[in-house]
C-alpha cells in the first residue's frame, strides 16, 4: 500500500461520543499534518507534526487532541464536538522536516458529521 | 479575513484551448506558492509551485506566473485536456503560515 490513508472514510457521532481518526503514511516522510475543510471555505491548517513533534497547533479547540506515536501515523482523537466541526478532515505529509513550502501529499479524507 | 482569494468559483474552457486560473493574495510576506488540484472523493494533489524570487515556473503542460507587485498568481494550463476537470486550490507561506484559498472548480468540455 502506497501514499496517504486515511480511516475511516466517514463518520457520523453524537456530541458526546469519542472517537479517532487515523492516518498512516507510507512515504517515508518525516512531517505529518492535519487539515479541515469546512464547505464553502478554505483549508485551514490545525496541527502540524514534524519529526512526531508538534511544532504547529492553529488554535485549534482542545476537544481536538492529536497524536503522534511515529512519523507513519498520526491520529486525531475526537471528544464533545459541535455541529460546527462537521466537515472533512485531510491528512498530509511532506518530507525535509514539515517547511510549509514543501509539497504535501494528502490522503483522501474523513467525512465527519456531528449529530 | 481571507489572505488568499480565488475570485472566480468556476471556469469553463474547451478542450485543447487554455485555461487560466487566479489567485490574489493580500500579505506581502508570503515567499511561496503552491497550487494543488482536487477530484471529488480524493484529496488535494500537489501541481506546481513558485518561489517569491521567480516570476513564472513551468512544468509540461501548467506554468505558473507570480507578479508580485499586483500580488496575483495565476496558474495556465494549455491544452487543456477533459481529465483536468477538477478543483484547483492555490495556497501561500511563509515560514510559519500556509493559507489556501476557496479553490476554483475547472470544466474541461469537448
Known amino acids: 500500500e502506497t501514499g496517504v490513508t486515511q480511516t475511516p472514510r466517514h463518520l457520523v457521532m453524537g456530541m458526546t461520543n469519542k472517537k479517532s481518526l487515523k492516518c498512516e503514511q507510507h512515504?517515508?516522510?518525516?512531517?505529518m499534518y492535519w487539515y479541515k475543510q469546512s464547505a464553502k471555505k478554505p483549508l485551514e491548517l490545525m496541527f502540524v507534526?514534524?519529526?512526531?513533534?508538534?511544532?504547529e497547533n492553529n488554535s485549534v479547540p482542545s476537544r481536538f487532541s492529536p497524536e503522534c506515536p511515529n512519523s507513519s501515523h498520526l491520529f486525531l482523537h475526537l471528544h464533545t464536538l459541535q455541529p460546527e466541526d462537521s466537515a472533512l478532515y485531510l491528512c498530509?505529509?511532506?518530507?525535509?522536516?514539515?517547511?510549509?513550502?514543501?509539497?504535501?501529499?494528502f490522503g483522501d479524507g474523513t467525512r465527519l458529521s456531528i449529530l | 479575513d481571507q489572505q488568499v482569494k480565488q475570485n472566480s468559483p468556476s471556469l469553463s474552457v474547451q478542450e485543447g484551448r487554455i485555461s487560466i486560473l487566479n489567485c490574489d493574495y493580500t500579505?506581502?510576506?508570503?515567499?511561496?506558492f503552491l497550487w494543488y488540484k482536487k477530484y471529488p472523493a480524493e484529496g488535494p494533489t500537489f501541481l506546481i509551485s513558485?518561489?517569491?524570487?521567480?516570476d513564472k515556473n513551468e512544468d509540461g503542460r501548467f506554468t505558473v506566473f507570480l507578479n508580485k507587485s499586483a500580488k496575483h498568481l495565476s496558474l495556465h494550463i494549455v491544452p487543456s485536456q477533459p481529465g483536468d476537470s477538477a478543483v484547483y486550490f492555490c495556497?501561500?507561506?511563509?515560514?510559519?503560515?500556509?493559507?489556501f484559498g476557496t479553490g476554483t472548480r475547472l470544466q474541461v468540455t469537448l
Open positions: 512515504l517515508g516522510h518525516n512531517a
Open positions: 495556497a501561500a507561506t511563509t515560514a510559519s503560515k500556509l493559507t
Open positions: 498530509a505529509s511532506s518530507q525535509d522536516g514539515g517547511a510549509l513550502n514543501q509539497p504535501q501529499h
Open positions: 500579505n506581502s510576506m508570503f515567499d511561496y
Open positions: 513558485i518561489s517569491s524570487i521567480k
Open positions: 507534526y514534524n519529526f512526531k513533534e508538534q511544532t
